[in-house]
């Protein structure tokens, strides 16, 4: 599993040269595009923390707000050793096209903490996380940022931000600070599967535009995480067959069928796909190229890139993880007629269940399971079909026609709202 730090691919580059091309396709104004390439704010933290050894070591924190033209920052907070400035303000530039895609009201934001969380114990993290949450409650906020989990966080950070911030900012329970929560406080049904859920249902959707006959579909997963996990699950079920499967420990591959559920067993005995009875072990090169109907990057940004992008045999990649594709990789798969449903687009289910989080946590009313995923499958379908019209209007790939929509509703607002003082 690569990482921009390492294969050397800066992503606010890439993020930058996708905002370049699309603009000079719609004529973007010079000066709007200005403000776009940049983030209104990125807040740089230093946290110090004291280790269970009784040291104190420095934590390096960041959090970026690109634009909220359209609504409060949104967007997760990632613990990883190679979290780097760039990073964090390409993937809220992301953020902000991905609220605009779905069409709700959030602009982009993102944050992250240089850090190896599993090297660290419980309360390590707890401390870690909460002096963050203290170092960022300036600028965060129920209408303000509202933070979520990104790689390496989950309910349990979030609940100890929003403790945190609750305590700090009156001494009362604000649920709607933050999304991604445990439901004891204030989580939602069908939060967990909500990326997956979203990438199915473009998938599904996709599948009908090129006429695929999903029973007889198969599917290569890269990163069995949590979207990775559902991602593939959700669209077994609706009849293909998943036929290989990575993680950051190993890939594998049975050509005759992994049942997503076991897996999902025997990666949590032993902490890996690795092993996995009836499976043969295979590169991770090897499992990128494997030929599929359906390939489902969910692991970190830059994974296809001009390198591998001509030997990849699938009729769709769609995008679970962040940034898994570079733009000449783009260029290639489109050449080549495979269809690449973006990240903006194919993993906009997390965000748009976050949405629903919020406005159930402002209201202080809770919805069913069934209610939220017949919403979300509601609005990333219609997200799906004005991407796709773009698409076709444009005579342009699926990941230029994502950022038109979102560029339009962005800088419509921008000019709606003019720029002051």
């Known amino acids: 599993m690569s990482n921009p730090a390492i294969s050397g691919i800066n992503p606010f580059e890439v993020a930058l040269n996708q905002l370049d091309q699309v603009s000079s396709m719609i004529d973007l104004d010079k000066g709007l595009h200005q403000f776009l390439a940049q983030p209104k704010r990125v807040l740089i933290i230093s946290i110090p923390v004291k280790m269970d050894d009784g040291t104190i070591r420095v934590f390096t924190g960041f959090r970026s707000q690109h634009n909220d033209a359209l609504g409060p920052f949104k967007g997760g907070i990632r613990y990883h050793p190679q979290v780097t400035i760039d990073e964090v303000k390409a993937l809220s530039m992301w953020m902000t096209w991905k609220c605009a895609i779905a069409n709700i009201p959030f602009g982009g934001g993102k944050g992250g903490i240089i850090c190896d969380p599993k ?129 950051s420990k190993g890939c594998i591959i049975n050509k005759n069928g992994i049942d997503t559920a076991s897996l999902r067993k025997h990666k949590e005995k032993t902490g890996s796909v690795s092993n996995f009875q009836g499976s043969q072990s295979i590169s991770d090169k090897e499992l990128l190229e494997t030929e599929c109907t359906i390939l489902i990057p969910a692991a970190l940004e830059n994974q296809i890139t001009k390198d591998n992008a001509a030997n990849i045999k699938t009729k769709i990649v769609a995008e679970a993880a962040n940034g898994p594709t570079t733009p000449d990789a783009d260029k290639i798969l489109y050449d080549n007629k495979i269809m690449l449903i973006p990240d903006i687009l194919a993993n906009g289910g997390g965000v748009t269940v976050s949405y629903f989080e919020w406005l159930q946590n402002l209201r202080r009313e809770y919805w069913t399971e069934a209610e939220v995923n017949n919403r979300l499958d509601t609005n990333i379908t219609k997200a799906f079909l004005g991407v796709y019209d773009t698409h076709l209007k444009h005579n342009t790939d699926m990941r230029k026609a994502s950022l038109i929509v979102a560029l339009d509703r962005v800088v419509d607002a921008i000019k709606i709202r003019g720029l002051w003082p």
């Open 119 to 247: 090297s660290m114990s419980e309360g390590e993290l707890e401390r870690m996380t909460r002096r963050y949450a203290y170092g960022i409650s300036d600028i965060i906020g129920p209408y303000k940022d509202i933070p979520a989990p990104d790689v390496y966080t989950g309910g349990k950070e979030m609940a100890w931000i929003m403790d945190t911030y609750s305590v700090i900012k009156g001494n009362y329970v604000q649920p709607e600070v933050i999304t991604g929560k445990p439901i004891q406080i204030g989580g939602s049904l069908g939060r967990t599967e909500a990326t997956g859920r979203g990438l199915a249902i473009t998938v599904r959707e996709a599948a009908k535009k090129l006429n695929i006959d999903m029973k007889s579909a198969t599917i290569v997963v890269q990163g069995f995480g949590n979207a990775g996990q559902f991602a593939a699950q959700l669209v077994e079920e609706q009849g293909a067959k998943v036929i290989a499967v990575s993680d």
